[in-house]
């Protein structure tokens, strides 16, 4: 079975810098989508970036990239100039070939943003 | 904008009572889930059902059961609640493609006594 992991529990920056939250994966599949979701405090999770595992180039959405390295089985989310809005839950998100659109879920970073 | 209405958003049972959580999506979507969230466990598959009247198991769903009559709605059964479902359940909807963002509503917390 496929399984996400997120090494850093918790995460802190400074506001306007730059942070990068690690995930790695566990997968036998050679097409597969991954995906960053948000959850900021009592708010509802919301999608933050979506990479293909075909397609070479990291996605990137304004202020969010990703470093998707295949071989490696890595997935990681670089923050740039980071807001205090940025301060959320991010999980890192796995779905495969596999005849289903079940997402398998890593256990989450917590991001603080400091002033 | 995708809607994914969750109907509680704090829910306070005990324990054996029979506990219905409901979630509504107003885009059509054919795929809707139901997860549980811990703190330090992320967020579990309870069941998946990609149209009206199909269900697949997720990864926890042991104690709980679903519902999907109409399209647009999927409701999570608690047959006889145990202090162990203390928990946030999420709903959420998406189409029927593996690239296809999940929309997630704003989750239900549910507190077994």
């Known amino acids: 079975a496929q399984t996400v992991t997120q090494s850093q529990p918790e995460m802190s920056v400074q506001e306007a810098e730059t942070v990068t939250l690690s995930c790695t994966y566990d997968t036998s599949e050679s097409d597969y989508y991954l995906f960053w979701y948000k959850q900021p405090p009592s708010r509802q999770m919301i999608l933050v970036i979506r990479q293909e595992a075909y397609k070479q180039q990291n996605a990137t959405e304004n202020r969010f990239s990703v470093n998707f390295q295949k071989a490696a089985k890595s997935f990681s989310l670089k923050i740039s100039d980071s807001q205090l809005g940025d301060a959320a839950m991010y999980f890192c998100?796995?779905?495969?070939?596999?005849?289903?659109?079940?997402?398998?879920f890593g256990k989450g970073t917590k991001l603080t943003v400091n002033p | 904008d995708v809607k994914v209405t969750q109907s509680s958003r704090y829910l306070v049972k005990r324990t054996g009572e029979k506990v219905f959580l409901e979630c509504v999506q107003d885009?059509?979507?054919?795929?809707m889930f139901w997860y549980r969230q811990d703190p330090g466990l992320g967020l579990r598959l309870i069941y998946f059902?990609?149209?009206?009247?199909?269900?697949e198991k997720g990864d926890i769903p042991e104690g709980y059961s679903v519902s999907r009559e109409k399209k647009e709605r999927f409701s999570l059964i608690l047959e006889s609640a145990s202090t162990n479902q203390t928990s946030m359940y999420l709903c959420?909807?998406?189409?029927?493609?593996?690239?296809?963002?999940?929309?997630f509503g704003n989750g239900t917390r549910l507190t077994v006594t």
């Open positions: 959420a909807s998406s189409l029927p493609h593996r690239g296809s963002p999940l929309h």
């Open positions: 998100a796995y779905v495969g070939q596999g005849g289903s659109e079940k997402l398998v």
């Open positions: 059902s990609y149209d009206v009247k199909m269900k």
């Open positions: 885009m059509d979507h054919e795929n």
